[in-house]
């Protein structure tokens, strides 16, 4: 548990999003008191392919629409717990010029807000709430709070990807769609570029102990 809750504290600082400390801190109270209770369940990304075959989970796939182009589950539903923010006013547009700069232009990640549909949109696609739901996004954080914000809507059999996509292996999931791997969908901007650079000088040394 110290585990999983540790993820709330060390995701928050990169992900960019219309939330306060005191919202994030309410979240992870909630989180910490629906794991604890039993009313969400952790499964961790090499379980989850059983819970979806043999226990009957429907994979619910929370990021923005950006991060599942690169690389989504195939099945899986999406619903997005954010959403690009479109508000052009002069404090809005100010925010966003201070988001790309601190953090949009390091991750490539856009200015959002919170989905305000996101529990009717669900419903729609999901209209029996007595189904198993397992919640994911990239590193656990966003899906924590969509699995709170639907416990509040009447979802029963709630099950979150514990640390996320990031956290999976490439055999976690039987079938990826998508030009990325999943566990690196998340990642844009200039810290992609920097990722592309360290596999690459991993791939070499590795071809080059092989060598010797």
Not at 61 to 87: C, N, Q, T, Y
Not at 94 to 100: C, G, I, N, S, Y
Not at 144 to 161: F, I, P, R
Request: aromatic share 10%.
């Amino acid at each position: 548990m110290a585990i999983q809750l540790k993820l709330f504290h060390t995701t928050f600082s990169t992900t960019p999003h219309r939330f306060s400390t005191t919202q994030t801190n309410a979240v992870s109270g909630r989180a910490q008191r629906l794991l604890q209770s039993g009313a969400v369940r952790p499964v961790l990304p090499k379980e989850a392919a059983s819970a979806m075959k043999s226990e009957g989970y429907i994979l619910l796939d929370i990021r923005p629409e950006w991060e599942r182009e690169k690389a989504r589950v195939s099945g899986s539903l999406h619903v997005p717990l954010f959403v690009e923010d479109m508000d052009n006013g002069p404090l809005t547009l100010l925010k966003k010029w201070v988001h790309f700069g601190y953090i949009g232009l390091w991750t490539g990640q856009n200015f959002t807000m919170i989905n305000p549909d996101f529990v009717q949109q669900v419903e729609v696609k999901v209209p029996d709430k007595e189904s198993k739901l397992l919640v994911a996004c990239g590193e656990g954080l966003r899906s924590m709070m969509a699995a709170s914000k639907l416990h509040e809507g009447g979802y029963s059999n709630l099950g979150w990807l514990a640390g996320g996509f990031t956290r999976s292996k490439d055999d976690d999931f039987s079938g990826v769609e998508g030009p990325e791997k999943l566990q690196y969908a998340t990642i844009g901007g200039v810290s992609y570029y920097f990722l592309k650079i360290i596999i690459l000088l991993q791939a070499v040394g590795k071809r080059g102990a092989k060598t010797f």
